[in-house]
């Protein structure tokens, strides 16, 4: 944790160990419904982890060993972005498919076949 490069030597290292978890990302889809775990933690890491400010952030913690795991388990939660693809509602036909829901303060209109915010 004292040198930014062996940090970031370590943090690229954990990401991709991380990354080929199947178990884990199978939990975290679970646990993160409709959310790219790769892109989600993807994200985390280029807007914060692997910055100079997670980098101070985590050196200023008194933890010896930094769990990236529940490092990025929680960075999820805080960085989602939402899988691309359509999904379709179980026993409905094709014509009734619709993209993820884009998160909270949205809802499906049926007429326009789009999510819209329901408060800004």
């Not at 769990?67 to 939402?82: L, Q």
């Amino acid at each position: 944790k004292k040198d930014f490069n062996v940090y970031l030597d370590e943090l690229r290292e954990k990401y991709k160990i991380l990354l080929e978890d199947k178990e884990w990302i199978v939990q975290q889809e679970k646990f993160n419904p409709g959310i790219d775990i790769q892109k989600s933690i993807e994200k985390s890491c280029v807007n914060y982890w692997a910055t100079e400010a997670g980098w101070k952030k985590k050196k200023s913690s008194k933890i010896k060993e930094i769990d990236w795991k529940s490092t990025f388990a929680n960075a999820i939660s805080m960085n989602k972005v939402y899988k691309d693809e359509i999904i379709s509602k179980k026993g409905t036909n094709n014509n009734n498919t619709r993209p993820v829901k884009p998160g909270i303060g949205y809802t499906w209109n049926q007429s326009t076949l789009n999510w819209e915010k329901t408060w800004s």
